[in-house]
């Protein structure tokens, strides 16, 4: 399929022997767009692509992050870095991100999307507002993000990479609204995949169940976001259908699921301490 067959972010070499060396050559001089890049995994996978020389576009709310992101993306080699800043619940912003990479660079080789809106560890507090304005932050923006990246895309026969969850895959309490809108994802990108392939349109997308990843105080039982951004990178740059990080624990979850879905969902309800999680 052109999922795996054709790698055109390759170049002239062999495709065939993916080694963390060779994907991070395949991204030299390319233009690549990250949302949610001003902090934690996005903020990470910026600075993994500077020092890859690829060309940045790196989107979020805060201004003052980006800036700072941006300078250090400069410092470490990237080929250019821009930023735009914005609310991704906001219509027009994924259009004008796009425009932005047009008019610069003239084209587009990635678009990496990451951001996610604010969402609480607690039980579903039925606020339908919140799941409402979830869902065009976490999933209607990657919709529009993408429609409006695939001209480019397509010309460039590019990827496109989203950031997911396993609570994208399994469903554990807690995270309902956020759960959502990583299924919906799921739902939509599998689908247009499915689409591009049947009419031989060589646009990778690469959709990533991530475990949970340390983005906050350094902790021995999360895996490092550093490693994360990197293999996100990898996998988008190599046109893998799926990266599972950390691979073992999710890939493990993934099997007790379908073998025996009620057995996981006893497993994940008993692994919280409950009296620690906030009705609202
Ligand atoms: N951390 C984890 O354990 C896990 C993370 N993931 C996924 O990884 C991805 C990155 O997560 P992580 O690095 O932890 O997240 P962070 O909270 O560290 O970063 C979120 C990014 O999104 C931006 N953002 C927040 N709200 C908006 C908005 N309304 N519009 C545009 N941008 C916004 C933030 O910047 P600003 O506030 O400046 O707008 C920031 O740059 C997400 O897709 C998440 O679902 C998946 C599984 C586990
Ligand atoms: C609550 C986190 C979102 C924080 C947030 O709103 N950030 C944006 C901002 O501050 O503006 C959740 C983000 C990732 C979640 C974790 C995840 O996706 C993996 C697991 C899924 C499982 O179903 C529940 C536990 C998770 C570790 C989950 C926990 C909540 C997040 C950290």
């Known amino acids: 399929s052109p999922q795996t067959t054709h790698t055109p972010l390759c ?49 979020a709310r805060t201004e003052a992050k980006l800036q700072k992101v941006v300078e250090r993306c400069l410092e470490l080699g990237a080929a250019s870095a821009r930023y735009i800043s914005g609310s991704m619940d906001s219509p027009s912003l994924p259009e004008q991100v796009l425009r932005e990479a047009e008019n610069t660079w003239g084209g587009l080789d990635m678009l990496i999307l990451n951001h996610i809106g604010q969402s609480s560890f607690s039980y579903f507090s039925g606020d339908v507002g919140h799941v409402r304005k979830l869902m065009e932050t976490n999933f209607v923006s990657y919709v529009a993000l993408a429609t409006a990246a695939l001209p480019l895309l397509k010309e460039s026969e590019g990827s496109i990479v989203v950031v997911s969850s396993i609570a994208g895959r399994i469903a554990g309490p807690f995270t309902a609204p956020y759960s959502a809108t990583k299924f919906a994802l799921d739902g939509f990108f599998s689908s247009l995949r499915q689409e591009l392939i049947i009419d031989k349109v060589n646009v990778s997308i690469t959709l990533c169940i991530l475990g949970y990843i340390n983005t906050g105080k350094p902790s021995p039982a999360h895996s490092p976001k550093e490693e994360c951004a990197l293999e996100i990178i990898r996998a988008g740059a190599l046109r893998r259908r799926e990266l599972h990080y950390p691979a073992r624990a999710v890939g493990t979850a993934l099997l007790v699921r379908s073998i025996a879905p009620e057995l996981l969902d006893s497993l994940v309800r008993s692994s919280y301490r409950l009296e620690n999680v906030r009705r609202t």
Do not use: D, F
């Not at 170049?11 to 080694?19: I, W």
């Not at 395949?26 to 020389?53: D, F, N, P």
């Open 11 to 59: 170049g002239a070499g062999s495709c065939s022997v993916p080694s963390l060396q060779h994907s991070q050559k395949m991204l030299r001089g390319k233009r690549v767009i990250v949302t949610g890049a001003s902090s934690g995994i996005g903020e990470q996978m910026a600075y993994h692509l500077a020092r890859m020389e690829a060309h940045l576009l790196l989107t």
